[in-house]
Structures are given as structure tokens and as C-alpha cells.
């Protein structure tokens, strides 16, 4: 089992820069990938970004490229998005989510543990 707790969303401008963390505690953190999702209301959840067990590969959706960036620190299991550029279509509850493959899922169903989810709220 591994358990997620995300933290860092919030109230922001439009053009400001935001630092999403996502701590993790359970069993094998390092050994899979971890990836951030987000949804707002009546939409499905969308994916943002993965990152391999290692860190040493990521993926990240195009609408996301050259803003959005993850990271991870296994020694203490810990998953980060930082975020620049905000724009008010990326308003969303972002999700962190683990999976126990070493490749990097972009779907909701290839991942297995979900946290609650933090807001983030971009004002234009």
C-alpha cells in the first residue's frame, strides 16, 4: 500500500510560478512511477505529467511542455510538480498518483494509489 498526501495548491495570478508536492509513505515508492493528474468539474481527469521510478525519465502532456516540470526525491518520498506560467485554464484539482510499472502511464487506470487532491486556482 502506499499512501499520498498532496500539499501547495492554492490562489494564484496568472503568471505566477507554483510548487506542488506529493509525499508519499508505504512500500516501494522508488520502485514506480509517479505521475500528476488534474480534473475540474464535469470533465475527466487529465494527465500532466509521469516520471519513471528512477527520476532519470519523464513525460508530460503538450499542453503542459515548457511549463510544468516533476521531480522526485526517493530518499524522501517525495514527488514534486513545479508549475510556471499559470494560466487560468490551468485551474484544476491536481492528483499525484503511483503505479507499480516502471514504464510511464498517462492513463487514470494504469496507476494504482491516488492522493485527495490540492486545488489550484489561477485568476486572470
Known amino acids: 500500500q502506499v499512501q499520498l498526501v498532496e500539499s501547495g495548491g492554492g490562489l494564484v495570478q496568472a503568471g505566477d510560478s507554483l510548487s506542488l508536492s506529493c509525499a508519499a509513505s508505504?512500500?516501494?515508492?522508488?520502485?514506480?512511477?509517479m505521475g500528476w493528474f488534474r480534473q475540474t468539474p464535469g470533465k475527466e481527469r487529465e494527465f500532466v505529467a509521469a516520471?519513471?521510478?528512477?527520476?532519470?525519465?519523464?513525460h508530460y502532456a503538450r499542453s503542459v511542455k515548457g511549463r510544468f516540470f516533476i521531480s522526485r526525491d526517493n530518499g524522501t518520498n517525495t514527488v514534486y510538480l513545479q508549475i510556471y506560467g499559470l494560466k487560468p485554464e490551468d485551474t484544476a484539482v491536481y492528483y499525484c498518483a503511483a503505479a507499480r510499472v516502471g514504464w510511464l502511464p498517462i492513463v487514470p487506470h494504469e496507476y494504482n494509489y491516488w492522493g485527495q487532491g490540492t486545488q489550484v486556482t489561477v485568476s486572470s
Open positions: 508505504g512500500d516501494t515508492f522508488s520502485n514506480g512511477a
Open positions: 516520471i519513471t521510478g528512477s527520476g532519470r525519465s519523464t
